[in-house]
Nanobody
């Protein structure tokens, strides 16, 4: 199973970025996929996830309203739209699976991570 994340980069504060993640080798149709992020020197933290069975997205409370998760179950892809970015959003962003519940931190599969840098 491989998870391939893309879309990271350098953006100014207030800007937007869209990350994408594609899974291959296994379908997670019964569960979902998630995003986590790891700031320098810190542990990975849950950003959000989407459950394919319901189509419902879940978010860390602090990110609601700025981040939006969408995806395509049939294509095993998940996206993270990030708006109004702040310097504190700077981190390596990882997609992971399978997503089971809000706040989940342990996953069987992780992508390689994509760096998002927000300049002030």
């Amino acid at each position: 199973v491989q998870l391939q994340a893309s879309g990271g980069g350098l953006v100014q504060a207030g800007g937007s970025l869209r990350l994408s993640c594609a899974a291959s080798g296994r379908a997670f149709s019964s569960y979902g996929m998630a995003w986590l992020r790891q700031a320098p020197g810190k542990e990975p933290k849950f950003v959000g996830g989407i459950r394919w069975t319901s189509g419902r997205a879940y978010y860390a409370d602090s990110l609601k309203g700025r981040f939006t998760i969408s995806g395509d179950n049939a294509r095993n892809t998940v996206n993270l739209q990030m708006n109004s970015l702040k310097p504190e959003d700077t981190a390596v962003y990882y997609c992971a699976a399978p997503f089971l519940y809000l706040g989940q931190s342990t996953y069987e599969y992780w992508g390689q991570g994509t760096l998002v840098t927000v300049s002030s």
